[in-house]
């Protein structure tokens, strides 16, 4: 099994997160990308870096003028207002703008040019903030999914992306709960392209919005999620079992909320109906979006998770026995996650 990640997605130091009102530390720490790049090799797992593939494998799930605005908004808020003298030390939004965009539709580029209106329309929240070198760790990350998915297409029955920053939260044109770019979503678009019906299941503790929203209208993409009741959890607007698609895509969405408080049975339950949506889908290959903020510990769970179930969901995916790419999302207590993806591991290798 091959295993990708950069040095690169290190560089992204948040500092900064809005939280109950409060500006409190963000917990997107890059000793998450080290703890995990540290498991890997415990586990005996070559870690390559993926090759530069540049923007385009992005642009297949996100608007050029959204990848534009990354890329460019930390030197323009530098040069903003005597030198960035008058600015926070990061890029965040002052404003939301309510998009008004039915799900599967697309919004039309922000229609200002300048870099506080774009800020609010494209960082969705406050839990996004843009540093000195976040873009090159959103790039990295992405084309550690990219690279996977290669791997894969190339002949591997399995591949891992160690995605830092994560992705599932980040739309066509929007930034959110700390995702940038949609590494899963990249690759799940790599895979479309070459193998044809691919599913996507996400069993980190949040909905995975933003990938939902990317394929909302397909058909060939299957889009399954795990996670917390979100009418209370982030990302409060989706998640919920009645949004099953629009348009072509109608049917090829699932979503599968556990009550707050869920432990392993529960999980795994869920996780077992996501299994059997796939079977049915048929599809040549799967993704998994792979969190540990299910666990029990983790300072932003309210699941009862523990590495047990990491471990099932590792046996479950080895007894699928699909082409697989595991794109790593969150997981936020920095002793629990290195355990949580060696358990995984574990399961799935036998
Ligand atoms: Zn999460």
């Not at 969705?124 to 990350?141: F, V």
């Not at 503790?205 to 795990?226: E, K, M, N, P």
Request: proline residues 7%; negative net charge; glycine residues 10%.
């Amino acid at each position: 099994m091959q295993a990708f990640y950069s040095p690169d997605q290190a560089l992204h130091h948040p500092s900064q997160f809005m939280r109950l009102g409060k500006l409190v530390p963000a917990p997107d720490l890059p000793s998450r990308a080290e703890t995990l790049a540290d498991a890997l090799q415990q586990a005996g797992l070559a870690v390559s870096e993926p090759p530069d593939f540049g923007r385009a494998p992005l642009e297949a799930v996100h608007a050029p003028h959204y990848l534009d605005y990354l890329q460019t908004a930390w030197p323009r808020w530098q040069a903003m207002l005597d030198g960035g003298a008058n600015a926070g030390p990061e890029v965040m939004a002052n404003l939301s703008p309510y998009a008004g965009v039915p799900a599967g539709q697309r919004r039309a580029p922000c229609p200002s040019s300048a870099l506080v209106p774009q800020t609010g329309y494209y960082l969705g929240d406050l839990s996004c903030p843009l540093g000195p070198d976040s873009w090159q760790s959103i790039l990295r990350s992405a084309h550690s999914a990219v690279a996977a998915a290669d791997a894969v297409i190339a002949g591997e029955r399995m591949a891992y992306a160690l995605c830092r920053p994560s992705g599932h939260h980040a739309h066509w044109d929007r930034a959110s709960g700390f995702c940038y770019v949609n590494n899963n979503a990249c690759a799940t678009a790599r895979l479309a392209a070459h193998f044809g019906r691919v599913a996507v299941l996400d069993v980190d503790a949040h909905h995975g919005d933003g990938t939902q929203s990317i394929f909302y209208a397909r058909d060939d993409v299957l889009t399954v999620s795990t996670h917390a009741e979100t009418s209370s959890y982030f990302p409060f607007y989706t998640g919920y079992a009645q949004e099953r698609g629009a348009g072509a895509g109608e049917g090829y969405n699932l979503n599968l909320p556990l009550a707050h408080g869920s432990g392993n049975a529960e999980f795994l339950a869920a996780v077992d109906s996501g299994l059997e949506a796939v079977r049915a889908f048929a599809p040549q290959s799967i993704v998994l979006a792979l969190g540990f903020d299910t666990f029990k510990d983790d300072p932003i769970s309210v699941l009862k998770v523990d590495f047990e179930a990491y471990r099932a969901v590792g046996q479950k995916l080895r007894a699928l026995g699909l082409p697989l790419v595991v794109v790593q999302e969150g997981g936020y207590l920095v002793e629990a996650i290195g355990p949580g993806l060696q358990a995984f591991l574990e399961g799935l290798h036998g």
